[in-house]
């Protein structure tokens, strides 16, 4: 597990639980986030938004973990995130390595997990369209004055309340919440609401260094042509470095979706 600190200014429309300080109480939020790192795995980052108070602050807070997140020229240069899940996920208590995604892709945490105070949105659920979440996410490196500042969406997504997903512990209170009290009482797994950022090829880049490579070949086609004098070799030549290209393209590509 991964805990991820942010220091902005205050809230708060959330319930109760609460942490004093020496000039107000701030109520413990943490953001759940999973992101693919490669090898089959997720990680699970909680980030504390409990002094967090707008749209631009919360986006700010999940890019910079996100990219922190993303290790390896692959991963930092050839993908950019794709689309957006609001999952139910799991944690091994005792490993703590990697997040394994159950249910998706609208999970929102259940009514009574709102009425215990365990979790918190604005309720009936509203899912922030994937589109409009990576639109904040990228808007979110420009640090635009103002752009954002509204709560408009901060409070819509699903917050865990007081303790981490890891650190809860929740006891049975009737019958009728079994089906929670199963998941958060598992000895040996914590489960969670949260949201999964879903990685793809970065198109644009791709096509670039595919250009690129092609300049490369008419290059190598050029020179071989002033140098034997004729065209049959030098396109000849041209024409299997394109196919070669062609064909490591589409490796790559493959490559990525695997990543």
Same mark, same amino acid.
Request: aromatic residues 12%; negative net charge.
């Given at each position: 597990?991964?805990?991820?600190?942010?220091?902005?200014? /205050?809230?708060?429309?959330?319930?109760?639980?609460?942490?004093?300080?020496?000039?107000?109480?701030?109520?413990?939020?943490?953001? *759940?986030? !999973?992101?693919?790192?490669?090898?089959?795995?997720?990680?699970?980052? *909680?980030?504390? #938004?409990?002094?967090?108070?707008?749209?631009? +602050?919360?986006?700010?807070?999940?890019? *910079?973990?996100?990219?922190?997140?993303?290790?390896?020229?692959? %991963?930092?240069?050839?993908?950019?995130?794709?689309?957006?899940?609001?999952?139910?996920?799991?944690? /091994?208590? %005792?490993?703590? !390595?990697?997040?394994?995604?159950? =249910?998706?892709?609208? =999970?929102?945490?259940?009514?009574?997990?709102?009425?215990?105070? %365990?979790?918190?949105?604005?309720?009936?659920? @509203?899912?922030?369209?994937?589109?409009?979440?990576?639109?904040?996410?990228?808007?979110?490196?420009?640090?635009?004055?103002? +752009?954002?500042? *509204?709560?408009?969406?901060?409070?819509?997504?699903?917050?865990?309340?007081?303790?981490?997903?890891?650190? =809860?512990?929740?006891?049975?209170? &009737? &019958?009728?919440?079994?089906? #929670?009290?199963?998941?958060?009482?598992?000895?040996?797994?914590?489960?969670?609401?949260?949201?999964?950022? #879903?990685?793809?090829?970065?198109?644009?880049?791709?096509?670039?260094?595919?250009? !690129?490579?092609?300049?490369?070949?008419? /290059?190598?086609?050029?020179?071989?042509?002033?140098?034997?004098?004729?065209? =049959?070799?030098?396109?000849?030549?041209?024409?299997?470095?394109?196919?070669?290209?062609? !064909?490591?393209?589409?490796?790559?590509?493959?490559?990525?979706?695997? @990543?």
């Amino acid at each position: 597990m991964h805990v991820s600190q942010g220091v902005v200014v /205050s809230p708060i429309h959330a319930p109760k639980e609460t942490r004093s300080t020496s000039q107000e109480t701030l109520t413990l939020r943490w953001f *759940e986030l !999973c992101v693919d790192v490669g090898d089959y795995t997720t990680d699970h980052y *909680e980030i504390d #938004i409990s002094q967090v108070s707008s749209d631009a +602050e919360l986006f700010r807070l999940i890019r *910079e973990r996100y990219k922190s997140a993303k290790r390896g020229f692959a %991963r930092q240069w050839l993908l950019k995130p794709r689309d957006v899940h609001f999952v139910l996920f799991s944690m /091994s208590r %005792r490993y703590q !390595c990697t997040a394994g995604i159950h =249910e998706k892709p609208d =999970e929102f945490p259940p009514k009574v997990e709102l009425d215990h105070q %365990r979790y918190h949105y604005l309720h009936p659920k @509203l899912r922030m369209p994937a589109k409009i979440f990576l639109h904040y996410l990228n808007r979110a490196k420009y640090k635009v004055w103002g +752009e954002h500042s *509204e709560d408009l969406w901060l409070q819509r997504l699903p917050k865990k309340l007081s303790e981490t997903v890891l650190a =809860e512990v929740v006891q049975s209170q &009737n &019958n009728s919440e079994q089906n #929670i009290v199963d998941l958060n009482s598992d000895p040996d797994l914590a489960f969670g609401w949260g949201i999964h950022i #879903i990685d793809g090829a970065d198109h644009a880049v791709l096509a670039f260094i595919f250009g !690129c490579a092609v300049a490369l070949s008419l /290059s190598i086609s050029l020179l071989i042509l002033g140098l034997a004098k004729t065209q =049959e070799q030098a396109f000849g030549v041209g024409s299997y470095l394109v196919a070669m290209i062609a !064909c490591f393209t589409v490796a790559v590509y493959a490559w990525f979706q695997d @990543l």
